[in-house]
């Protein structure tokens, strides 16, 4: 068993083709990040990847639409999104494949 700290990863990813990460591989992104009111992401696509997002806690809006805990969201490849949280709380996503650089602002 090898023990590690969240926080010693970028923004929360623990798993991808990037590093630091746990595991290193093209096949999928793997992150859980804490976040605080008000904190928001500006809108976004990615052209290769799927990315699903769970709420764990906390309220959050994501193309005007407001989540909470044990919401399911399921972003396509072009499909856009902007990031709001309006109560604290965290989130845990998985994106696949692991592209880099495969974020566009919009």
């Known amino acids: 068993m090898t023990k590690h700290k969240l926080e010693n990863f970028t923004r929360g990813w623990v798993v991808g083709d990037f ?51 044990g919401d399911v969201i399921h972003l396509k490849p072009g499909e856009s999104t902007d990031f709001t949280c309006i109560e604290d709380g965290a989130t845990a996503v998985i994106k696949t494949p692991s592209v880099i650089n495969d974020k566009y602002l919009i």
């Open 19 to 69: 590093t630091p990460s746990i595991l290193q591989t093209k096949d999928f992104e793997f992150m859980v990040r804490y976040y605080v009111s008000g904190e928001t992401e500006e809108a976004h696509v990615h052209k290769v990847a799927d990315e699903i997002t769970v709420i764990i806690n906390g309220r959050f809006k994501m193309n005007q639409e407001e989540l909470q805990a």
